[in-house]
């Protein structure tokens, strides 16, 4: 195969990782704003804290493993914490109120970590058994990458699985349709709620972790990360789990390729394809609800 | 007589349920026509559709001649069409006052007016003044709209719609939740407030409807079942079929 | 005991003098504090004409501070000798401009994604200033020198002179913060506050929403500008800094924190928002995080924001006095939010 298709199939792999990564964070994003109808800033802080996290137990347990046990719950729980601490209590006072405590909380949740690690880029190793490079159509190409892409597809799977087979799954699509229909029917709509944004800060906090050896741990990863999740989300359509993980897809290939072509541009196509999909169709390109 | 509003072959789908479909209506000049028909009959959609709220899916409408067929809401407001809500739909944190005045506002085109001050404008406040009198709501001027009781609001959404001196008056259910007294006491508000203009009314209340209407229009599922005087409504034997509701005689009400 | 009606004004006008005299008063670190509080409470106010009177929020209001920094600043640059109110006019227009430009998509929507549409415009700008290395110098940004102020009959006046930009700085956000309050009594400014109390029946009420929103959106444009421009004189730096999502979010910090249910709230905010920056920074370079504190306890506990606790029962009992407005009539039913 002559080496042009080569890179362009190398860029596509790397672009078709990068976003089922960003699914994993973006789709509890998306599940929480269909369920709860809160936009939720601080979702890419967890992500942020998972990198950290994996930071920390790699360096003190020499164990990239068991990162991927503790911080996934870990993180939950601290989603769990908020939900039930701070969102509740601003409920009352209205969206606004929610969405803005979601917006100081991530900026809180980025000191902290500022505080706590510093500004410097922290490099966290992966591990051993994925650390070398592979013979792949040609190149070498590192195993560890290819590791993120079979990992994220397992946990893609794992949650189609959720959604469509066990009951639960059903009452978090019901409810995102119509919580006020499930409420009736009987369902603990508040545990419901306090589940699915738990769950979702611990995919973002498993997305952490797996990016982590790839990315390096650093500062503005939270914020980086929340403009990706805004652009998915718009063009997605918010609430909608289809749609995020099309859209991420899109944006991981966008930016693949983007940093190819124009790498000092690609930022900047990003916000130009969020502005034409929002001018163009508000609602986004799959999604219904606002 | 005058046509002010005609309506051919309106239908309106929303996501392919047929709401409505082959309306054909004429409003004349100065009439008082009302719109009657069994709940979910489409009276609130068809008057959504008229007032610009939504775009029909086949037909046209017609008022005062031009062609308003998919005009934007402020424009018919300014041809000189106004309605009123069936749920409450005034400024909740404005005073009674304010909520009066936006209205005149409009009505001498001064909404983008930027080189006066509004509490200055003394031609606006003597016609809020005139407006709030008109309704006997006097007393009730600094109150908050939202602190209002529910028949004052009810008054409220009144004067916000007759503050336009507008040509069309429509009323959707403007008596809806109040009391037998206090929709007597509508039923002589609203004839001395639309004197001289047309109105079109949709009800339920057949006391209102037999009292005020010089025309009437019964809607079933979505078409149009009768349109005829009073009398005539009263004898029509669809109507009377389709709508399973007691309709008072001539000798009452 | 000051009787109620009369304590905003004997305040008000107890603040004028203070404000008159405090160049005499103060180090110059405070006199420099001032002007920076100044400048943000001109940018705090027209944020608040787009949020708490026209129930707009925008992520993205940074942008519109940055276009005026950065006109100011390339003119500082690159031309110096043009006058120095000319180049603030300048500033507005860009401000006005850009306004209009970035107004015209985003007015049409609402809630989320009006916010987010604003924050891509904003990015976009963010990353246009910060690439454009040629022009802007990217995240190294430029120094510029304050140009003199040329008045007739008073000659030249330096800008760098302290006491100079003090009183250059307030008079002109005097006027700017005036102007935001007479255009919020006219019947223009009267329209924007029915958008947001029921836009569905201003339409019916033959209100224009788009055009209304579109009018007030690209006039806070100009002011935003123009404390952008006053900020690059002041620090006198253009940077990445005037126009980063950082300044998007000191707005609605200092809006949410003063309060928006009031006109001087966000004066109040950004008062709070700069000194307490200013005090927090020498104590711990982790400000940010303490002022993130303050905004979650604010909206969990102090919806009003700071300027509801002055407006609170309790403080009208102390100083006395009926609880009514000069002219009798019912001031609080035409208060934003």
Redo the contacts between chains.
């Keep these: 195969m002559s080496p042009l298709i080569d890179i362009y199939l190398m860029q596509a792999i790397h672009g078709l990782t990068y976003g089922l990564l960003l699914f994993l964070v973006a789709s509890g994003f998306t599940l929480v704003f269909g369920l709860m109808n809160v936009l939720n800033i601080a979702h890419a802080a967890f992500y942020m804290l998972g990198a950290y996290l994996a930071y920390t137990i790699t360096l003190h347990m020499n164990n990239f493993w068991l990162s991927f046990l503790i911080t996934p719950p870990a993180v939950g729980v601290l989603g769990v914490l908020i939900e039930r601490g701070l969102l509740r209590k601003a409920h009352k006072s209205g969206h606004m109120a929610e969405f803005l405590l979601t917006f100081g909380l991530f900026f809180i949740l980025c000191q902290l970590v500022i505080i706590q690690w510093g500004s410097v880029p922290l490099p966290v190793s992966g591990p051993a058994l994925f650390s070398g490079k592979i013979s792949l159509m040609g190149t070498s190409y590192p195993m560890y990458r290819l590791f993120m892409l079979g990992f994220s597809l397992a946990v893609l799977l794992v949650m189609v699985l959720v959604l469509v087979r066990t009951r639960i799954g059903m009452l978090i699509r019901a409810a995102v349709s119509d919580s006020d229909m499930v409420d009736a029917l009987g369902t603990n709509v508040p545990f419901l709620f306090m589940v699915v944004f738990g769950a979702g800060a611990a995919l973002a906090g498993l997305a952490g972790v797996i990016a982590a050896p790839f990315n390096s741990a650093y500062p503005s990863m939270g914020l980086d990360m929340l403009l990706d999740c805004f652009v998915i989300v718009v063009i997605g359509g918010f609430g909608s789990l289809w749609g995020a993980l099309i859209a991420s897809l899109m944006i991981g290939e966008l930016q693949s390729f983007g940093v190819l072509w124009v790498p000092r541009f690609a930022i900047v196509f990003q916000f130009l394809l969020m502005a034409i999909v929002l001018i163009i169709r508000p609602s986004g390109l799959f999604g219904e609800k606002e | 007589m005058e046509r002010i509003l005609r309506v051919e072959n309106l239908s309106k789908d929303f996501s392919g349920l047929s709401v409505l479909s082959g309306i054909n209506l004429e409003i004349l000049r100065g009439e008082r026509h009302a719109i009657i028909g069994p709940n979910g009959a489409g009276k609130s959609t068809l008057f959504n559709t008229i007032s610009g709220l939504y775009k029909p899916s086949h037909g046209k409408i017609f008022f005062l001649d031009k062609n308003i067929t998919g005009w934007p809401i402020h424009k018919i407001v300014r041809l000189g069409l106004s309605r009123s809500f069936q749920i409450i739909n005034i400024f909740p944190k404005m005073s009674l006052f304010e909520n009066v005045q936006n209205a005149i506002v409009s009505r001498f085109n001064q909404r983008f007016n930027w080189n006066s001050l509004l509490d200055r404008n003394g031609k606006i406040k003597r016609e809020s003044e005139r407006v709030i009198e008109l309704l006997n709501l006097g007393e009730f001027r600094n109150v908050p709209a939202s602190e209002l009781s529910y028949g004052g609001q009810r008054k409220l959404e009144l004067a916000l719609t007759v503050a336009l001196d507008p040509v069309l008056i429509m009323l959707d259910e403007p008596t809806a939740g109040l009391n037998t007294e206090e929709t007597r006491n509508a039923i002589q508000l609203i004839r001395k407030v639309t004197e001289g203009k047309t109105l079109i009314i949709v009800e339920h209340d057949m006391e209102v409807v037999f009292n005020l209407a010089d025309r009437i229009t019964v809607i079933s599922y979505g078409s149009i079942l009768a349109t005829g005087t009073p009398d005539e409504i009263r004898e029509n034997s669809e109507v009377k079929r389709a709508y399973l509701q007691r309709i008072p005689n001539a000798s009452s009400g | 005991m000051i009787s109620y009606w009369n304590w905003p004004k004997v305040l008000g006008v107890g603040i004028g003098i203070l404000l008159l005299f405090f160049p005499k008063m103060l180090s110059e670190t405070h006199i420099n504090l001032s002007i920076e509080i100044f400048i943000f409470a001109l940018y705090a106010v027209s944020f608040n004409l787009l949020w708490g009177y026209g129930g707009m ?1 925008p992520f993205g209001h940074g942008a519109l501070f940055g276009v005026g920094a950065y006109t100011a600043g390339l003119i500082f640059n690159h031309i110096p000798h043009m006058h120095l109110l000319l180049t603030l006019l300048m500033a507005a227009l860009s401000g006005l401009v850009s306004a209009m430009v970035i107004g015209f ?1 985003c007015v ?2 609402k ?3 009006f916010a ?2 604003s ?3 904003q ?2 700008l963010f ?2 200033a910060w ?1 454009w290395r040629d022009v802007t110098r990217g995240d190294d940004g430029m120094g510029i020198v304050r140009p003199s102020l040329h008045l007739p009959g008073l000659g030249s006046i330096s800008m760098m002179n302290i006491n100079n930009l003090y009183y250059f700085t307030l008079i002109i956000i005097v006027l700017g913060i005036l102007a935001c309050y ?2 919020l ?7 924007v ?2 958008m947001r ?2 836009e ?10 788009f ?2 929103k579109f ?1 007030v959106f690209s006039f806070s444009g100009i002011f935003a500008a123009i404390a952008g421009a006053l900020f690059v004189l002041f620090t006198e730096f253009m940077g990445t800094n005037s126009i980063d ?1 950082n300044m998007s ?1 000191a707005a ?1 910090f200092m809006v ?1 924190i003063g309060g928006a249910g009031h006109f001087l709230g966000p004066v109040l905010g950004a008062a709070f928002y700069t000194a307490f920056q200013d005090w927090i920074s020498s104590l711990t370079k ?1 400000w ?2 303490i ?3 303050f ?2 306890v604010v ?2 506990y102090l ?1 009003g924001g700071l300027i509801s606790l002055l407006q609170s029962e309790r403080i009208r009992f102390w100083l006395g006095g009926q609880n009514k407005s000069a002219n009798g ?2 001031t ?4 934003p939010v």
């Design positions: 929020l998509f049409r929507l809630g989320a994604y987010l549409l924050l891509a415009f990015m976009f990353a246009l690439k007479l255009f009594r006219t019947p223009l400014g009267n329209s506050v029915c109390e029921n569905l029946r201003a339409s019916f009420l033959g209100y224009r929403p055009m209304t009018t999502i979010m609605i949410l982790h940010w995080l002022m993130g504190i905004f979650i909206i969990l919806q009539k019912n609080e039913s035409r208060k």
